[in-house]
Nanobody
Framework: QMQLKESGGGLVQAGGSARLSCRFG?????????MGWYRQAPGAQREFVAN????????EYADSVKGRFAISRDNAESTVQLQMNSLKPEDTGVYYC??????????WGQGTQVTVSS
């Protein structure tokens, strides 16, 4: 299974920016089909934020983050990033990195906390 490790996040003021990074290993980058980010607010279910295909051809975003967040990947470094701008208090939550393999296997990181203060 792919091993994922998130970094970044922390406490940010509303209107500010933050950048998350996820490094994956344990398997070849070429085994990955899609890489992305999900988040979970306190008391809520985990929700989709954004994803991108390994070749970068397709990127998708949740409506709530369109125009504010940007996902990118660096296959050479086996990383996927999430640039978050114009942050809102409702963006607060634990952000999880996810990969989907070419065989449909899903892997998750342990998550990183993002707290947006008003």
């Amino acid at each position: 299974q792919m091993q994922l490790k998130e970094s970044g996040g922390g406490l940010v003021q509303a209107g500010g920016s933050a950048r998350l990074s996820c490094r994956f290993g344990g398997r070849s980058i070429f085994s990955v089909h899609t890489m992305g980010w999900y988040r979970q607010a306190p008391g809520a279910q985990r929700e989709f934020v954004a994803n991108i295909t390994r070749n970068g051809a397709i990127a998708e975003y949740a409506d709530s983050v369109k125009g504010r967040f940007a996902i990118s990947r660096d296959n050479a470094e086996s990383t996927v990033q999430l640039q978050m701008n114009s942050l809102k208090p409702e963006d607060t939550g634990v952000y999880y990195c996810n990969t989907i393999s070419m065989r449909g296997e899903s892997s998750w990181g342990q998550g990183t906390q993002v707290t947006v203060s008003s």
